[in-house]
């Protein structure tokens, strides 16, 4: 799992992959949902995002499940080396906090 592209100390892109023989069991997610903690309670950062391919349904599902909305369809958009099809997903700071039912202000 990577958390890049850090701009500002605001914004980060998060990415993960996994091998074949470990998918399935909700091990991503469960990581993933640590990695969401863990920027949001412990740095400054307010807003995570990830771009994911429109047919790896399970990578949108695992962001999907650790609080990710998908915010957008980008079409014939540049993907690491290849132009395809894919889906953009956030987070920001009040989103995480609006689902464990607090504010900011209530967390510290």
């Known amino acids: 799992m990577w958390v ?15 091998s074949p023989i470990y998918q399935g ?3 991503m997610a469960e990581a993933l949902t640590e990695v969401v903690i863990f920027c949001f309670e412990k740095t400054e950062l307010q807003r995570l995002w990830a771009d994911v391919h429109v047919l790896n349904i399970a990578s949108y599902k695992t962001l999907e499940k650790a609080g990710f909305k998908c915010e957008g369809h980008i079409r ?7 132009y395809c ?16 039912g607090m504010t900011q202000l209530q967390n510290g």
Do not use: Q
Request: aromatic share 18%; hydrophobic share 30%.
């Open 25 to 27: 069991n909700g091990l």
């Open 76 to 82: 014939d958009g540049k993907m690491v080396n290849t």
């Open 85 to 100: 099809d894919y889906y953009l997903y956030g987070m920001t700071r009040t989103d995480y906090y609006e689902t464990k």
């Open 4 to 18: 890049y592209l850090i701009e500002n100390d605001r914004m980060a892109k998060v990415a993960f992959r996994l």
